[in-house]
């Protein structure tokens, strides 16, 4: 008796520690020129919820302490945050937010597996932040047409902040808005630190240094858009592999998606596919 009983327990506490492995926490990143309702309008939430990943709020830094705004109440295993960043500012800055929102996450949901998924410059920031020494366990690293090596884009935006004068921008202008989703003139210029960090990598750039940074062991993945060969309409096609980072070299498992650079639901779907 006293042995059926002992094995029931052991059954019971088997079950239990099943059960808290299964529960994981999404923490999706915007990019430059972005927010956080870009994950909500593009549809990727909704599909992530769709398939069980509930959305639990918006976590932020940009005000002290750590806030969630708009808390949902969730008792699901597996819970979705939405990370807000200045996207306009350095790279490096967007990072530190980042981490403190994420060791914010870690203290809520302690034991929790943490799960990373960047678009674009997101994705970027994503590493940043993983390669600092008061980082939390990240398990999985998803990053979404992202430019790992740079983006001849900045190069396009940085010549229009600096090239053009405000009261005569020319069509330039209008061409880096609508392939970067800037708002304005000003939002260039407000972002031109943001612009230097996201130029093709060169020695003594940003994304060169993060590029040999030693990455901690993580489930590496990376989603590359492609509308031709060459890539999506922002980042080229070699850029968004993972696998072209010297320092994770053959560690990431490649997806391709027919896309242009923006998200849609499709993403959602093999975001899903990722996660399951």
């Known amino acids: ?143 979404i047409a992202a430019p790992n090596l740079g983006t001849p884009r900045a190069l396009d935006g940085l010549e229009v902040v600096d090239g053009k004068p405000f009261f005569c921008p020319g069509p330039g202008i209008d061409f880096v808005k609508s392939v970067f989703g800037g708002n304005d003139y000003d939002y260039l210029k407000a972002s031109r630190p943001a612009l230097i960090d996201l130029v093709p990598a060169r020695a003594g750039s940003l994304i060169a240094w993060l590029n040999q940074q030693p990455h901690p062991e993580s489930d590496y993945h990376t989603i590359i858009h492609m509308i031709n060969r060459q890539g999506d309409d922002i980042v080229p096609a070699y850029s968004q592999d993972l696998n072209q980072v010297s320092a994770l070299k053959g560690q990431a498992k490649l997806h391709v998606l027919a896309s242009g650079h923006s998200l849609s639901p499709a993403d959602g779907n093999l975001l899903l596919s990722i996660l399951n």
């Open 1 to 143: 008796m006293k042995n059926s009983f002992r094995q029931l327990i052991l059954a019971f506490t088997l079950i239990l520690a099943s059960s808290g492995a299964q529960a994981d926490v999404l923490v999706l990143i915007h990019g430059w020129a972005a927010n956080t309702n870009t994950w909500i309008q593009s549809g990727v939430v909704s599909v992530l919820e769709q398939g069980n990943w509930r959305y639990a709020g918006i976590v932020t830094a940009s005000q002290n302490p750590v806030t969630i705004i708009s808390p949902r109440q969730t008792d699901a295993d597996n819970k979705l945050y939405l990370a807000h960043l200045q996207a306009e500012a350095p790279l490096v800055i967007q990072a530190g937010q980042l981490l403190a929102e994420l060791n914010y996450i870690k203290q809520l949901h302690p034991g929790q597996k943490l799960i990373l998924a960047g678009h674009s410059a997101g994705g970027v920031v994503a590493r940043l932040a993983m390669v600092h020494q008061s980082a939390p366990k990240i398990d999985k690293l998803i990053t």
